[in-house]
C-alpha cells in the first residue's frame, strides 16, 4: 500500500511569505501529527488532527497552524515565515490518535524540507 | 535536564559488532518508540513499545517501565545500519524526542 506522501519534497521561501505543506496519510489512517526538525532543536511536536480536529498542539508560535480534510489529508500552514523557520517538516500517520495509547506504530512520510532565505 | 536523554551522542563501530544505544527518560509514559532516520531525512518506525522486549531480525529493543530506561540493540552490525536512531516516548498527548544517536558502522 502507498506510504504517508508529503509534498512538495523541497520550498525555498522568502521571510515574510507564508507556506503550506501537504501531507497524505496511508489509506485508513485518520490521524495525522506535524513535526519540526532543525539541527539546533531536533525534533519537536508541532500538533496532531484526528477527524478533522487538532487534538493537541506542541510549544509554537500561532504562526504555525493545521487543518485536516474529511479524506484524513491534512496541511500546515506557515504565516509570517522566519529564517528560524528553516527545518525539515515531517508528518506521521496512525490508525488511532496518540491520547488513545494506539500501539499499532506511525508511519512517517519523507518530509518537506523548508529553507527561508 | 532534557525529558528524552540518548546516549552516545555518536558511535562508531566495526561491521560485526554488537551495538547498544541507550534511552532515558523522566516523563510518564504510554509508549516508546525508536526510529531510525538516514541521510536525506526520511524517518523509518523500527519498534513501538510499552513493555517487555521486541525482536526484529537483528534489532532488539527492551523497556524497564520502573526504570524509565529502554535500550536498541544491533547484534552483527552492518555498514547499511548507519544512520540517526532516535528515541521518542508518547507522553499522552503528543510525542517527546532525544536528540538521537549518529552510528557508523565501518566495513
Known amino acids: 500500500k502507498a506510504g504517508v506522501t508529503q509534498t512538495p519534497r523541497y520550498l525555498i521561501k522568502t521571510r515574510g511569505q507564508q507556506v503550506t505543506l501537504s501531507c497524505s496519510p496511508i489509506s485508513g489512517h485518520r490521524s495525522v501529527s506535524w513535526y519540526q526538525q532543525t539541527p539546533g532543536q531536533g525534533l519537536q511536536f508541532l500538533f496532531e488532527?484526528?477527524?478533522?480536529?487538532?487534538?493537541n498542539k506542541g510549544n509554537f508560535p500561532g504562526r504555525f497552524s493545521g487543518r485536516q480534510f474529511s479524506n484524513s489529508r491534512s496541511e500546515m500552514n506557515v504565516s509570517t515565515l522566519e529564517l528560524g523557520d528553516s527545518a525539515l517538516y515531517l508528518c506521521a500517520s496512525s490508525f488511532l490518535p496518540m491520547k488513545t495509547g494506539w500501539m499499532g506504530g506511525y508511519t512517517f512520510g519523507s518530509g518537506t524540507r523548508l529553507t527561508v532565505v | 535536564k532534557n525529558e528524552v536523554e540518548q546516549s552516545p551522542q555518536n558511535l562508531t563501530a566495526q561491521e560485526g559488532e554488537f551495538i547498544t544505544i541507550n534511552c532515558s527518560y523522566s516523563v510518564g509514559i504510554s509508549a516508546l518508540h525508536w526510529l531510525q532516520q538516514h541521510p536525506g531525512g526520511g524517518i523509518v518506525s523500527l519498534f513501538m513499545?510499552?513493555?517487555g522486549k521486541k525482536k526484529h531480525g537483528r534489532l532488539i529493543a527492551t523497556i524497564n517501565i520502573q526504570e524509565k530506561h529502554s535500550s536498541l540493540h544491533i547484534t552483527a552490525s552492518h555498514p547499511r545500519d548507519s544512520a540517526v536512531y532516535i528515541c521518542?516516548?508518547?507522553?499522552?498527548?503528543?510525542?517527546?524526542f532525544g536528540a538521537g544517536t549518529r552510528l557508523t558502522v565501518k566495513p
Open positions: 513499545l510499552s513493555s
Open positions: 488532527y484526528f477527524s478533522e480536529t487538532q487534538r
Open positions: 521518542a516516548v508518547v507522553g499522552g498527548n503528543d510525542m517527546r
